[in-house]
């Protein structure tokens, strides 16, 4: 996870939905399936949205499996499912291959190419990780706010790459809890980073956590993670503000560093490697 899977896939839908008489973006597909009949909204969300109407009536995975058929083989479709992890995802929401339109199209990212293989999958693509130059780019936009490190930074940034292997979720984070930093703080995390071993990144990641500025952020970012994630930001703001957190700025401050996300559903998020 955090090479950019999710984000690639995000793009090219974004870039070509209009083109296909439906689409669907099924997002976190592992996650939701998780949910008390996780699978049966999945299959809710996918017709909604090619249908272009709400449908609720999808009372067990069978029953949607019928729907989604007769919904997919009479149009070009787009679709996407994102971060699958389980063939029964695949089964429930897909189908056969055969029962597509000519012309449709379905991208699935996952960690676990055997699913791929094992639902006999056209193409696969593996996401590689960033070289240094790439690496370097995306990290200095993060940190200094472009693509390259300011003066006196460069043998700095250059020892914090060592520890992000070209992924794109390190770089970020990494990036963004140094953007601002003294050198003394940055050969500090430096350090921290040398102490823990490569295949190690969470830990890596949580340098970021370790660099907020204060308790309160800290504590905010623990209580959101462990009671709010997936709930709606204006609800999640009312709760802690009850609990004199000042929380729009703490989430603003989290969403800097790359700790949390908000979703297009205003849903509060969190990247699935640092879950």
């Not at 592992?30 to 949205?49: H, I």
């Not at 056969?96 to 791929?116: A, C, D, N, V």
């Not at 472009?146 to 970020?172: M, R, T």
């Not at 040398?194 to 907020?212: C, G, H, N, R, T």
Request: net charge negative.
């Amino acid at each position: 996870g955090g090479v950019g899977k999710t984000t690639i896939a995000k793009t090219a839908y974004n870039q070509n939905f209009d083109k296909f008489d439906g689409s669907s973006f099924l997002a976190n597909v592992r996650e939701a399936s998780e949910q008390p009949n996780g699978l049966v909204r999945l299959q809710r969300q996918l017709l909604s949205d090619i249908l272009k109407k709400k449908v609720e009536k999808v009372h067990n995975v069978d029953e949607g499996v019928i729907k989604i058929k007769n919904a997919v083989s009479c149009k070009r479709v787009l679709l996407v499912l994102d971060d699958v992890d389980g063939l029964d995802q695949l089964n429930a929401v897909t189908g056969m291959r055969q029962w597509f339109y000519p012309g449709s199209k379905i991208t699935i990212t996952t960690r676990h190419e055997r699913l791929l293989k094992a639902h006999e999958v056209c193409e696969m693509y593996k996401v590689q990780e960033l070289d240094d130059k790439e690496s370097l780019q995306l990290f200095s936009w993060h940190a200094f706010g472009q693509d390259h490190p300011i003066e006196g930074y460069v043998e700095l940034s250059e020892g914090v790459l060592q520890h992000c292997g070209g992924i794109p979720l390190a770089l970020q984070v990494l990036g963004s809890s140094m953007s601002g930093r003294k050198v003394d703080v940055w050969e500090s995390a430096i350090k921290k980073l040398e102490a823990i071993p490569d295949s190690q990144i969470l830990k890596k990641l949580k340098v970021s956590y370790d660099s907020l500025d204060d308790d309160h952020d800290k504590n905010l970012f623990l209580d959101i993670v462990c009671f709010f994630i997936g709930k709606d930001k204006d609800y999640v703001v009312r709760i802690l503000d009850e609990c004199d957190f000042f929380t729009i700025v703490g989430i603003q401050n989290l969403i800097d560093r790359c700790l949390l996300m908000i979703g297009e559903d205003n849903k509060m998020k969190m990247h699935d490697r640092l879950s």
